[in-house]
């Protein structure tokens, strides 16, 4: 799917203006996309805009931000599509993360040095870029392991849009596993994996952590997902970890209860890093 060629929509958000800093924030570490504030200087609310392919991924995020904090009343319109491509150009463009990926959307495949590992991501499919800072520590963890642990198994527990189980795949991780509660984000992270031909090597499954059986033992797992869920289905994280924990999706000031967690599992933190809004774990079993 190429998205220069197609309209869009806008999904619109209402909050306070008070709240509009803290709501984007959120925005941009679940759904990884850029919203941006609209509204008149005087008045108490604003509106969040987020641009999306189509009316119906618009209808599925507004539907997934329905239990965030602050919002007052959501709305869609269309997005002509000469202004839509530009917007997705502005938006998102190759990011060189670590010493050797490199995440690129599908207009600047091919752009990079020769020596990095692209990793080709359609950015209006699903969630997930590698541009937020809660996905390139992630990335720059699974570089690292790879290094680490050679050839062993890679789960990416909440996938997306499946941009950190096909960087996985091309760094020569096997089995590779990617799970999200959503279908439609299996359907985006499918996608992906042809887009990069790892499709092969990847097994990808609808999965809610915490309400579905349990999965498949990896020795590398990863999950970016929110603190409220890392918290909550601690344990069965550690039934799934041969031997190193990504954690990411956390808030700063949900770190140390995280950790915590899993020390009281047993496991050790090797790694602890942050923004100073977001952060993320590598915890050893």
């Not at 991924?57 to 007052?72: C, H, K, V």
């Not at 490199?102 to 359609?122: H, T």
């Not at 090797?270 to 915890?283: C, F, K, N, S």
Request: net charge negative; with cysteine; charged share 25%.
């Amino acid at each position: 799917m190429d998205l220069r060629n197609q309209s869009g929509s806008i999904l619109a958000l209402r909050t306070r203006r008070e709240h509009a800093g803290a709501l984007a924030e959120t925005l941009r570490a679940r759904f990884e996309l850029e919203p941006v504030e609209v509204g008149v200087p005087e008045s108490p609310c604003v509106f969040l805009e987020l641009y999306l392919p189509d009316g119906a991924a618009a209808e599925r995020i507004a539907a997934a931000a329905a239990d965030l904090p602050g919002i007052l009343k959501s709305s869609v319109r269309h997005y002509e599509a000469r202004d839509w491509a530009e917007s997705w150009k502005h938006h998102f463009r190759a990011a060189d993360i670590g010493r050797r990926l490199r995440v690129a959307p599908p207009w600047e495949a091919g752009s990079g040095p020769a020596e990095r590992i692209e990793v080709i991501v359609n950015p209006g499919l699903s969630f997930g870029t590698g541009l937020h800072f809660t996905t390139r520590f992630c990335l720059e963890s699974l570089e690292d392991a790879a290094a680490r642990f050679p050839g062993c198994g890679f789960a990416d527990l909440g996938t997306g849009s499946g941009v950190l189980a096909v960087a996985a795949a091309r760094l020569g991780f096997r089995p590779v596993l990617g799970t999200d509660y959503d279908p439609q984000c299996i359907e985006s992270a499918r996608d992906n994996a042809a887009r990069n031909g790892v499709e092969r090597a990847l097994a990808l499954q609808v999965h809610e952590l915490g309400r579905d059986g349990p999965l498949p033992r990896h020795e590398v797992v990863c999950a970016n997902i929110l603190s409220s869920v890392l918290l909550r289905c601690a344990p069965q994280l550690k039934a799934l970890t041969g031997s190193l924990l990504i954690l990411s999706g956390i808030r700063e000031e949900e770190i140390d209860r995280v950790s915590a967690a899993f020390y009281a599992l047993g496991a050790q933190e090797e790694v602890r890093d942050g923004d100073g809004r977001w952060a993320g774990l590598i915890m050893r079993f």
